[in-house]
């Protein structure tokens, strides 16, 4: 059981937006701003999108965005592609463990 | 070209042990943090290991504690995960992983992982 919980599978047509949760604690996602968010393509290792909760990594698209409110964080996807299908995992400090916990991962679809 | 090449993954029985390898290139290996995550089967991340620049300061996941031991040879561009007394929890593909320079919580470059089966 992961640390962090997501929702396991969102959708959206081709140009919506989407918003993917992770839910923690106030000893992690709710206490520091250290939350940060990959993409995993089938078959391929994951890739960092986001750090500090709304950072974008070097390269990534402004069609994506970070929030936080409280113990939980969102990864928005605006202008929905087909390449944006994958599961998206967020990742937090956490204060009672020595290294970041992931959460369990949302598999996005594009219909 | 950047990238990192990992190596050693294989079938082990529980109880057993392996060595994995990982080979960096086109970066100054010993300006990062490096890291070892896994992924079991059909599940998510979970990060394993990390060790600073100079290999001073070394963390790892309870589970593996006691019983992995993450290393590194900047001469080499080399990182290693020594994993003994493995249990088939312990099955899954292992990722090295370069963190962000100055930002270590954040990984920055994947290899492409090296499956380990761990089975009677």
């Known amino acids: 059981q992961s640390a962090l919980t997501q929702p396991a599978s969102v959708s959206g047509s081709p140009g919506q937006s989407i918003a993917i949760s992770c839910t923690g604690a106030?000893?992690?996602?709710?206490?520091?701003?250290?939350v940060s968010w990959y993409q995993q393509r089938p078959g391929k290792a994951p890739k960092l999108i986001l750090y500090?909760?709304?950072i974008r990594a070097s390269g990534i698209s402004s069609r994506f965005s970070g929030s936080k409110s409280g113990n939980t964080a969102s990864l928005t996807i605006s202008g929905l592609q087909a390449d944006d299908e994958g599961i998206y995992y967020c990742?937090?400090?956490?204060?009672?463990?020595?290294?970041?916990?992931f959460g369990g991962g949302t598999r996005l679809t594009v219909l | 070209e950047v990238q990192l090449v990992e190596s050693g993954g294989g079938l082990v029985q529980p109880g057993g042990s392996l060595r994995l390898s990982c080979g960096a290139s086109?970066?100054?290996?010993?300006?990062?943090?490096m890291n070892w995550v896994r992924q079991s089967p059909g599940k998510g991340l979970e990060w394993v290991a990390k060790?600073?620049?100079?290999?001073?300061?070394?963390f790892y996941v309870d589970s593996v504690k006691g019983r992995f031991t993450i290393s590194r040879d900047n001469a080499k561009k080399s990182l290693y995960l020594r994993m003994n007394s493995l249990r088939v929890e312990d099955t899954g593909v292992y990722y090295c992983v370069r963190a962000l320079q100055f930002l270590d919580r954040y990984l920055d470059l994947w290899g492409r992982g090296t499956l380990v089966s761990v089975s009677s």
């Open positions: 086109g970066f100054t290996f010993s300006s990062y943090w």
């Open positions: 990742a937090s400090y956490t204060r009672t463990k020595g290294l970041d916990v």
């Open positions: 500090d909760v709304n």
């Open positions: 106030s000893s992690d996602v709710g206490g520091y701003d250290y």
């Open positions: 060790i600073k620049q100079d290999g001073s300061e070394i």
